[in-house]
């Protein structure tokens, strides 16, 4: 089992710059695959991006492509979402969430948020125009 902690959400003009992170503590921080997820006020949850167990594979929503980069320190147990470039539209609650579904040495990833398992408590990006 894994515990997910978000931080550095906040409050942003449009055009600007976020950072978020997740900390992980519990067991196997690298024998998950990696994900992002956000949450507007009245809509679905929806995928951000994603990253596979060793962080060589990367996948990214249309809408953030070019615009977010994510990261993960295995040995830090740490996963990141540099978010530049923000637009308003990008304001919602921003969820890392921990895939353990995968076979044991998978490379692959997956983007549907039903399949997984673990996820934290959400932080905040508020992007004003």
């Known amino acids: 089992q894994v515990q997910l902690v978000e931080s550095g959400g906040g409050l942003v003009q449009a055009g600007g710059s976020l950072r978020l992170s997740c900390a992980a503590s519990?067991?196997?921080?690298?024998?998950?695959?990696m994900g992002w997820f956000r949450q507007a006020p009245g809509k679905e949850r929806e995928f951000v991006a994603v990253?596979?167990?060793?962080?060589?594979?990367?996948d990214y929503a249309d809408s953030v492509k070019g615009r977010f980069t994510i990261s993960r320190d295995n040995a830090k147990n740490a996963l990141y979402l540099q978010m530049n470039s923000l637009k308003p539209e990008d304001t919602a609650v921003y969820y890392c969430?921990?895939?353990?579904?995968?076979?044991?040495?998978?490379?692959?990833?997956?983007?549907?948020?039903?399949?997984?398992?673990?996820w934290g408590q959400g932080t905040q990006v508020t992007v004003s125009s």
């Open positions: 519990g067991r196997s921080f690298s024998s998950y695959a």
């Open positions: 969430a921990a895939d353990a579904g995968l076979p044991y040495g998978s490379t692959l990833y997956r983007k549907n948020k039903d399949v997984y398992d673990y």
């Open positions: 990253i596979n167990r060793s962080g060589g594979r990367l």
